[in-house]
């Protein structure tokens, strides 16, 4: 065989380098990018669970990053029942393997204590003056927030922003990654199919509007100093959004939710997207391995087991049912046939309730 000139060894030579740097600049690539997918059935962005999470953002072994729990809250007797079970599977489930959960706030903005006090680990705040939130008292979520984070003490670096009808039903880690926070998606939430809205409050200059996350503040787990760069801008975007008739129209009773997924990012924060990270009975019909049953939805059956939402069920399970005082305990259980999601949730509150001293009281 005729030696190779060499020349063409220098060029093969060459080229080999360059293939070999190629190939781990690729690998250095795909390792520290986080990898999204889009869910075109549900809607939103999310990320894949599969793909490892970047080794910069990774915790190390045996580590714990405790978030504490913050709720707002009135003093409503509806919003009272709720909070009062709630509270009751915080303390149940924080101290399991698993969990990372720390210490707890429910952040009062009725502006004076009320009877839960002693019971619950509470902050008094103030509402909104009068009239500002126009009915709409979610408005006073993120002026609690502002309140709450300049007066508070708060040990955790981390916040999760919780609401009175969550349950938790497995440990909670924390979700968060450094300046990543965790959310859940909401396929409700969708700032591209109202770009024409959102760009009123996130100009053109911050970016696509792609960059706006597809969820509302809860359940959210932030880093504490970021949280306190957002609140404000939270809070005037709500405002600013209601002020804005065809804004209030638009978005109605999740307006809020979307000044928030607006104000993060005017902030430049995106979101970790974790479908885990809660269940709505009745549409998710099981458990698993998600942390969080938010029962903001009727749940309404017939005694077969099937489902008659939008219509009072034979049998039926709807927090709005009980607006002026707790429900009554040792709720009868769901028909044979219907979803283990709403089972277990009539389970959790009966356990609460059974629990909860001088439950029928409020």
Request: net charge neutral.
């Amino acid at each position: 065989m005729a030696r190779a000139s060499p020349i063409i060894l220098v060029i093969l030579a060459l080229g080999f380098c360059f293939v070999t740097y190629n190939l781990i600049i690729m690998i250095t690539h795909n390792r520290y990018t986080r990898k999204w997918i889009r869910d075109d059935i549900n809607g939103g962005i999310y990320f894949d669970p599969v793909v490892e999470m970047p080794e910069d953002l990774k915790k190390p072994k045996n580590s714990r990053f405790p978030f504490h729990v913050a709720l707002t809250a009135t003093d409503s007797p509806y919003s009272k029942w709720q909070c009062r079970i709630m509270y009751y599977w915080y303390k149940k489930m924080k101290d399991l393997p698993g969990s990372e959960m720390g210490g707890f706030t429910r952040v009062l903005h009725s502006g004076k204590p009320d009877n839960l006090m002693d019971e619950i680990p509470t902050i008094v705040v103030d509402p909104l003056p009068a009239g500002l939130d126009r009915g709409y008292i979610v408005l006073n979520r993120p002026w609690a927030f502002v309140q709450w984070l300049e007066k508070a003490t708060i040990e955790e670096e981390y916040i999760l922003m919780a609401e009175p009808d969550h349950i938790f039903v497995n440990p909670l880690p924390n979700l968060a990654h450094g300046g990543f926070p965790a959310a859940f998606p909401f396929f409700y939430i969708n700032p591209a199919e109202n770009e024409k809205i959102v760009r009123k409050f996130y100009p053109e200059e911050y970016g696509p509007v792609t960059n706006v996350d597809p969820i509302g503040n809860s359940p959210v787990i932030i880093k504490k100093d970021l949280l306190e760069k957002i609140a404000p801008t939270w809070m005037n975007v709500s405002l600013k959004m209601k002020e804005d008739p065809e804004t209030d129209k638009a978005f109605g009773w999740v307006l809020e939710m979307y000044a928030y997924a607006v104000a993060s990012a005017l902030h430049g924060v995106q979101h970790i997207l974790r479908k885990d990270f809660m269940l709505q009975p009745p549409w998710d019909l099981e458990i698993g391995r998600k942390f969080i049953i938010h029962f903001t939805y009727g749940c309404d059956y017939n005694l077969k087991g099937e489902l008659t939402y939008g219509k009072i069920g034979e049998w039926r399970f709807d927090k709005r049912s009980h607006l002026r005082g707790p429900p009554p305990r040792n709720l009868p259980l769901p028909p044979p046939g219907v979803p283990e999601s709403v089972v277990t949730l009539v389970k959790c509150v009966n356990e609460a309730t059974a629990n909860i001293p001088n439950w029928d009281t409020e």
